[in-house]
C-alpha cells in the first residue's frame, strides 16, 4: 500500500510535458487501469495502451475461466441443469485493453479452446480443448463485437473466428458440442457450408459505430420497440470471416440464425467508474428482446452481467445489476445531493441516468416498476426537490419529467392517475417557465 501511494503522489506530470516541449525523451508505459496494472503509475509517461498481439494474457486466461464457470453455474442452477447451448456475447474495444483480454479470453473458454503464445509472448495459435479435459460441453457463441474492438483486434477476431470453426470441424457428439450442433443445423438449413454457417463474430460495417438504439431511445424517435430491434440487427450483422480476412460482409440470415439460439446474453462490467446507467452503450449492445423476438417457443433469455472490478468477481443477473445501480447512484442521496452540488450539470446527469434506464426497459425488460416509482417519489412529488430542480435546470428537469411520463406511455411503468395527473401539470408549468410565461 506504502508503495501505491508513492506511485500516486508521484506528479511527473509537469517535467514530462517540459521536457517533451524541449523534444526530448519521455520514458514510455502502458496506459489502462493502474488497479489491474499498477505500472501504470506514476503518470507523466509517454502512454502506449498494449500490443494487441499480446492478448489474452496468461492472467486474463485464468481470470476468464472463474466468471465463466460461475456464469454456466448460475446459468444450470436457474435452468433445471441445463447447460445454454448459445450464450450472445458482447466485447468491447477499451474492456479488453483494460484487462488485457479478459473477455476475449472467456469467449474461448465458453467454446472450449485455448490460445498458445509463442515464445515472445504473441497469441497467434490456438488449442482445441480435448472433452475429458474441459469436462462438460462446448457452448456456442454468437459474437457482438464494438466498432472499437473491430477496429483495434482485427487479429482476435480471427483468433475468435479459427476457434468457433476449430469446434464446428471437430468430429464429437452433438450433445457434447452445441457449436457442432448449430452449425450442421443452420448449413443444412440456409443451404451453406459447415464453415459459413459456423460463422459468429459479427460487429458494424466498416467505418460504422454502435447500433444506434441509444439515439434513437434519447430522442424519443421510435415508436414501437420492433423499431429498435430492426436498426440493431441492420447495424451489428456484418460477418468477420477469417476465410477472407479483412472483409466486413452482411450476413444477416446467420446472425439471426445463431441469435435464435441463444439461451443468455453477456456483458462484462470491468471499471468501478462507469456502470450500466451510466452510458447508453451498455444497452444500445444488448440484445435480449432481439433474441426473445428471433426464438421459435419466443422464450426471454438469461441476461447476465459479470463485474470484475474485484478480485472475486461476480455474477449477477442484469435486473440485479440494474436495480443495484439504481440503489447505489440515482436514488442514493449521497450519489444526487453530489451531483446537485454541482448545479445546472447535475440536474442534467439525472436525466441523462433516467434515459439510460428506460433503455434497459426498451431492450431487454430489465427494470422493476419501484424504481421509476422510487424517482417519482424522490424528485418530483418532494416539492422543495421539484424545486430545487426546476430553478437549477428547467430543461433537464422537464426531460425528466417527459421521461417518466415516456416509460408509463410505453407500458413500462405503472403508477396511479394522480401521479400522471402530477407529472403533466408540472410538464405545462416547466414549459411556461422556459417559455417565460408567469
Not at 507523466?44 to 499480446?54: E, T, V
Not at 401521479?419 to 401539470?425: K, P, Q, S, T, V
Amino acid at each position: 500500500m506504502e508503495f501505491c501511494l508513492e506511485q500516486v503522489c508521484a506528479d511527473n506530470e509537469l517535467g514530462s510535458l517540459l521536457r517533451a516541449l524541449e523534444g526530448e525523451y519521455i520514458l514510455p508505459g502502458p496506459g489502462g487501469d493502474p488497479i489491474r496494472n499498477p505500472d501504470v503509475l506514476p503518470t507523466g509517461k509517454n502512454m502506449h495502451a498494449l500490443d494487441p498481439q499480446s492478448i489474452p494474457t496468461a492472467a486474463a486466461v485464468k481470470s476468464a475461466k472463474i466468471v465463466v464457470d460461475r456464469l454456466l453455474a448460475r446459468q444450470m442452477q436457474e435452468n433445471g441443469g441445463q447447460y445454454p447451448e448459445t450464450i450472445a456475447v458482447v466485447l468491447w474495444g477499451t474492456d479488453n485493453i483494460k484487462t488485457y483480454g479478459e473477455s476475449l479470453a472467456q469467449v474461448m473458454w465458453m467454446v472450449g479452446v485455448k490460445p498458445v503464445p509463442d515464445a515472445l509472448g504473441r497469441v497467434n495459435k490456438l488449442e482445441l480443448i480435448p472433452l475429458e479435459e474441459l469436462g462438460r460441453p462446448r457452448v456456442d457463441v454468437v459474437i457482438n463485437c464494438s466498432g472499437v474492438f473491430r477496429d483495434l483486434f482485427i487479429n482476435q477476431m480471427n483468433l475468435l473466428d479459427k476457434a468457433v470453426k476449430m469446434a464446428a470441424e471437430a468430429e464429437e457428439p452433438e450433445e457434447m458440442n452445441f457449436v457442432r450442433k448449430h452449425a450442421l443445423k443452420q448449413a443444412e438449413e440456409l443451404g451453406v457450408n459447415l464453415r459459413q454457417a459456423a460463422t459468429r463474430v459479427f460487429s458494424n460495417a466498416s467505418g460504422s459505430y454502435a447500433a444506434n438504439v441509444n439515439l434513437a431511445v434519447e430522442n424519443s424517435t421510435w415508436e414501437d420497440e420492433s423499431e429498435l430491434q430492426e436498426m440493431y440487427l441492420k447495424r451489428k450483422s456484418f460477418a468477420f470471416n477469417s476465410d477472407n480476412p479483412g472483409m466486413m460482409e452482411d450476413n444477416r440470415k446467420v446472425f439471426e440464425s445463431a441469435l435464435k439460439t441463444a439461451d443468455a446474453t453477456f456483458q462484462n462490467l470491468d471499471s468501478s467508474e462507469i456502470s450500466l446507467t451510466d452510458v447508453s452503450h451498455y444497452f444500445d449492445s444488448d440484445p435480449t428482446k432481439i433474441v426473445a423476438t428471433l426464438r421459435d417457443d419466443g422464450k426471454k433469455p438469461s441476461s447476465y452481467i459479470a463485474d470484475t472490478t474485484t478480485a472475486n468477481a461476480q455474477v449477477r443477473s442484469l435486473s440485479e445489476t440494474v436495480r443495484l445501480d439504481a440503489r447505489t447512484k440515482m436514488l442514493n442521496p449521497k450519489w444526487y445531493e453530489g451531483m446537485l452540488s454541482h448545479g445546472y450539470e447535475g440536474v442534467r446527469e439525472l436525466s441523462k441516468r433516467l434515459v439510460n434506464t428506460m433503455g434497459w426497459s426498451a431492450t431487454a425488460g430489465a427494470v422493476d416498476n419501484w424504481v421509476y416509482e422510487d424517482v417519482n417519489e424522490t424528485f418530483i412529488k418532494d416539492e422543495q426537490m421539484q424545486q430545487r430542480l426546476l430553478n437549477l435546470n428547467p430543461h433537464s428537469f422537464r426531460k425528466m419529467v417527459t421521461t417518466l411520463l415516456e416509460v408509463n406511455g410505453r407500458g413500462y411503468w405503472e403508477t396511479s392517475e394522480s401521479n400522471l395527473d402530477r407529472l403533466r401539470e408540472l410538464y405545462q408549468q416547466v414549459e411556461d417557465r422556459i417559455e417565460g410565461i408567469e
